[in-house]
Nanobody
Framework: QVQLVESGGGSVQTGGSLRLSCAASGRAFSTYRLGWFRQAPGKEREFVAAITWSGGSTYADSVKGRFTISRDNAKNTMYLQMNSLKPEDTAVYSC????????????????WGQGTQVTVSS
């Protein structure tokens, strides 16, 4: 099993930056596929970015070129660097872990953090 805890959320103005962290505890962190998802009020949870155990990554079109996902297996931590933030990026961001091939759907991830709020004001 893996336990996940997010940090780094907050409030910024349009164009600002934030870096989210996802600290993991448990066994074999480096073997897990990791992802970031977000959920805005009244909307469904949506995929943001994912990274494999070896560092391969994929992004939602809405964040491509602005967000960067990374992981440090030695520190059992995943990151999401968010630049050029927009009001539409406002949401609760959650990290997730799963096993198997690349996946962008929430149901493909078995472990979730509690989420961290990101608010971008215009």
């Amino acid at each position: 099993q893996v336990q996940l805890v997010e940090s780094g959320g907050g409030s910024v103005q349009t164009g600002g930056s934030l870096r989210l962290s996802c600290a993991a505890s448990g066994r074999a962190f480096s073997t897990y596929r990791l992802g970031w998802f977000r959920q805005a009020p009244g909307k469904e949870r949506e995929f943001v970015a994912a990274i494999t155990w070896s560092g391969g990554s994929t992004y939602a079109d809405s964040v491509k070129g602005r967000f960067t996902i990374s992981r440090d297996n030695a520190k059992n931590t995943m990151y999401l660097q968010m630049n050029s933030l927009k009001p539409e990026d406002t949401a609760v961001y959650s990290c997730a872990a799963g096993l198997g091939p690349f996946a962008t759907t929430p149901m493909s991830y078995g472990y979730w953090g509690q989420g961290t709020q990101v608010t971008v004001s215009s």
